[in-house]
């Protein structure tokens, strides 16, 4: 337990804290309507608000079978909670060891190290060894250590609750209206502009490749219409998301965009790219000018959806 004491300490601010406890993954509606209660409550009794967090996924410590693809990366799902007026935000890296503290240990180590006054949390948290540590049992051992625990319902609109494995089903469905709706902001890719084989620019319409880390779920392979965020810049763009079968299938999948009027030198910058919806999917053309057809007919569709 001396990592998380260490990684609480150095993380945490003095004093007593309202703190709310999740993964975030995603930081979608749900997640920003929890942790504004948690400022609430801490703006209501006059102390501070943080979050703690988790990384990696505690699913990939517990059950190392299954792949964990995230909707954010750590970064930017810190940053993301940052902009929600938290006073910190802890990271705890969820180990084997970690995977072992009991409820109450857990529970004890957050009110000596980290000032622990209100818990925040969803109806269905569970922390601690085995999943023992429900909401009613944390309750219990706040009345005995001396804090309190707000369950917070899940949160829906007219058609389900707003949580990761909902955005997680609509990506995979590539229904990125849906997506955006439950994320309360456009889903994002970050990375570096690399070069690539300079297809594009060969054929009239060069784009920029951004990477991505591999842990990131990406939608279904196929076209997007797009924004990318270049500094303060918003230029509207038409992604590819594929392996590129026209030109021989990559070995792994591309990020391509083309901007819309704009052709600056970007390499080696951190872009975003914010897919905004569904165009069609990914296919394999007989020959070029087949595909610089489908190119025109895919921006012009791009242009369009901006008007």
Not at 235 to 247: D, E, H, K, Q, V
Request: neutral net charge; proline residues 4%; hydrophobic residues 40%.
């Amino acid at each position: 337990m001396s990592l998380v004491q260490e990684e609480l300490r150095s993380t945490v601010s003095p004093g007593e804290h309202v703190i709310a406890i999740g993964v975030f993954d995603g930081v979608h509606r749900g997640h920003q309507m929890l942790l504004q209660k948690m400022l609430s409550e801490a703006s209501r009794r006059a102390i501070t608000g943080g979050v703690i967090t988790f990384y990696p996924h505690p699913i990939a410590v517990i059950k190392p079978e299954i792949k964990i693809s995230y909707l954010e990366s750590l970064e930017r799902r810190v940053e993301l909670i940052n902009n929600l007026g938290v006073d910190f935000t802890s990271v705890l890296q969820f180990t084997s060891e970690l995977q072992q503290v009991t409820a109450k240990d857990f529970a004890a180590m957050l009110v000596k190290e980290a000032g622990l006054k209100v818990l925040v949390v969803g109806e269905n948290f569970r922390v601690g060894r085995g999943g023992e540590g429900d909401v009613t049992y944390l309750s219990s051992l706040g009345n005995t250590m001396g804090f309190e625990v707000i369950p917070v319902p899940l949160f829906e609109d007219g058609t389900g609750q707003f949580s990761s494995t909902r955005v997680r089903q609509a990506l995979r469905e590539g229904k990125m209206e849906i997506v955006n709706n439950l994320l309360g902001r456009p889903y994002a890719l970050r990375g570096p502009v690399l070069h690539g084989e300079h297809r594009g620019r060969q054929l009239g319409f060069p784009t920029l490749n951004i990477e991505t880390s591999t842990d990131r779920q990406l939608p279904p392979d196929g076209v997007y219409i797009t924004r990318a965020l270049i500094g303060d810049k918003k230029i509207a763009g038409c992604t590819n998301i594929g392996l590129r079968p026209t030109f021989g299938y990559s070995e792994t999948r591309l990020i391509e965009t083309h901007l819309l009027d704009f052709s600056d030198n970007l390499y080696g910058e951190i872009v975003t790219i914010e897919l905004l919806s569904y165009l069609r999917p990914e296919k394999k053309f007989n020959g070029i000018n087949e595909l610089k057809q489908q190119i025109d007919s895919d921006l012009l569709k791009t242009r369009a959806w901006f008007l």
